[in-house]
T-cell receptor, first 111, second 115 residues
Framework: QKEVEQDPGPLSVPEGAIVSLNCTYS??????FMWYRQYSRKGPELLMY????GNKEDGRFTAQVDKSSKYISLFIRDSQPSDSATYLC???????????FGTGTRLLVSP | DTAVSQTPKYLVTQMGNDKSIKCEQN?????MYWYKQDSKKFLKIMFS???????INETVPNRFSPKSPDKAHLNLHINSLELGDSAVYFC??????????????FGPGTRLTVL
């Protein structure tokens, strides 16, 4: 079993929909939680990060971490075709640089 | 101005060959990484160097050898290439000298195909 589990999708939604992307993990030592977006044939780019539990909002994006359930989410409001990409969750321990990634969820937003 | 650059972008080679991938960052970061992304998009760390010192060395075949001539460069040399080495290899860098959180910036990737 992988340390971080993520549904690979694809997840297909119409433009304007609210998208929910999720990851579960097994290692309770993880403290930093990140969401990366990866367009086809490009490198991952950081969307948001959260330290420990709680919510964080940035424009149309909201990241949530529930450490008690070992579950993290990324919500995208008013989804756009330009949001079509693979979304990778990643996490790491405090003081340790190794990022552990989920397998990524491919999101398709149709006009 | 590319922050993390990799060469080559594409690499097609025969089984058994030796090849190198180069990475350079102009962000002034002190830590660099190599990741492998397989055909199912799973991204896994291979190595990390901090100021030219190896700090992360995951379970990777000995055929893979990273080299960091200075803190702005991290190269990956692969001996005796195998079909299973076909993947996209990403270089990344981060500044770990400051606070607890540090973002890793990824390069554009090198798509390696072994025939």
């Amino acid at each position: 079993q992988k340390e971080v589990e993520q549904d690979p999708g694809p997840l297909s939604v119409p433009e304007g929909a609210i998208v929910s992307l999720n990851c579960t993990y097994s290692n309770s030592a993880f403290q930093y939680f990140m969401w990366y977006r990866q367009y086809s044939r490009k490198g991952p780019e950081l969307l948001m990060y959260t330290y420990s539990s709680g919510n964080k909002e940035d424009g149309r994006f909201t990241a949530q971490v529930d450490k008690s359930s070992k579950y993290i989410s990324l919500f995208i409001r008013d989804s756009q075709p330009s949001d079509s990409a693979t979304y990778l969750c990643a996490m790491r321990h405090t003081g340790f640089q190794k990022l552990v990634f989920g397998t990524g969820t491919r999101l398709l937003v149709s006009p | 101005d590319t922050a993390v650059s990799q060469t080559p972008k594409y690499l097609v080679t025969q089984m058994g060959n030796d090849k190198s991938i180069k990475c350079e960052q102009n962000l002034g970061h002190d830590t660099m990484y190599w990741y492998k992304q397989d055909s199912k998009k799973f991204l896994k760390i291979m190595f990390s160097y901090n100021n030219k010192e190896l700090i992360i060395n995951e379970t990777v075949p000995n055929r893979f050898s990273p080299k960091s001539p200075d803190k702005a460069h991290l190269n990956l040399h692969i001996n005796s290439l195998e079909l299973g080495d076909s993947a996209v290899y990403f270089c990344a860098s981060s500044d770990t000298s400051g606070g607890a959180y540090n973002e890793q910036f990824f390069g554009p990737g090198t798509r390696l195909t072994v025939l």
